[in-house]
């Protein structure tokens, strides 16, 4: 692939540093803060992430797994949580090069309606197994999700990033 102009050239990401960014985002949605309903989803968010820099390695089966792991700690309908992640992956996965050719607050942007939708599939599901409304903040949720890309991806990428290098006789 033709890297878009401007952009770092990137190391291979660390399969551990991928697999550990996943369980500290894990941690990070089951921490109570009141089980409150604009609370962003970080787990989502890091699964985008990894399915949109690392698409080999994580995709569809992560998230499905991730998901099952989050239906059993919130003891939500089984299958809820793991069909919101599919989705989000199969739906970051679809779009996965044509987001990459966006700076990262464009990306932020461009990711909202996925996020939309699978927080709107979670609720629909939430909805026909009989579970409460959670109200008007839930549609917090994704924009909350989506403004912390910038941030993600930051941090996901830091171990990514050459250092300079001082060979001046190198030509990369």
Not at 17 to 45: C, E, K, Q, Y
Not at 96 to 117: C, D, H, N, T
Request: hydrophobic content about 55%.
């Amino acid at each position: 692939m033709i890297m878009p102009q401007g952009q770092p050239l990137l190391l291979p990401a660390k399969p551990s540093f991928i697999w550990a960014s996943l369980v500290i985002a894990l941690v990070l949605n089951m921490v109570p803060l009141g089980r409150l309903a604009w609370t962003p989803d970080f787990l989502a968010l890091v699964l985008v992430f990894w399915t949109l820099h690392q698409p080999l390695r994580i995709g569809i089966g992560t998230a499905f797994f991730f998901g099952l792991v989050m239906d059993v700690q919130q003891t939500a309908l089984l299958g809820q949580h793991a069909w919101t992640y599919t989705t989000l992956a199969f739906l970051a996965s679809l779009v996965e090069r044509r987001i990459q050719w966006f700076k990262v607050y464009s990306q932020a942007v461009q990711l909202v309606p996925l996020f939309m939708g699978a927080f709107a599939l979670e609720f629909l599901v939430r909805l026909a197994s009989g579970g409460a409304l959670p109200g008007w903040l839930f549609l917090l949720k994704p924009l909350l999700t989506s403004l912390l890309w910038p941030l993600a991806s930051a941090l996901l990428l830091m171990p990514q990033r050459r250092p300079p290098n001082p060979d001046l006789t190198r030509p990369l």
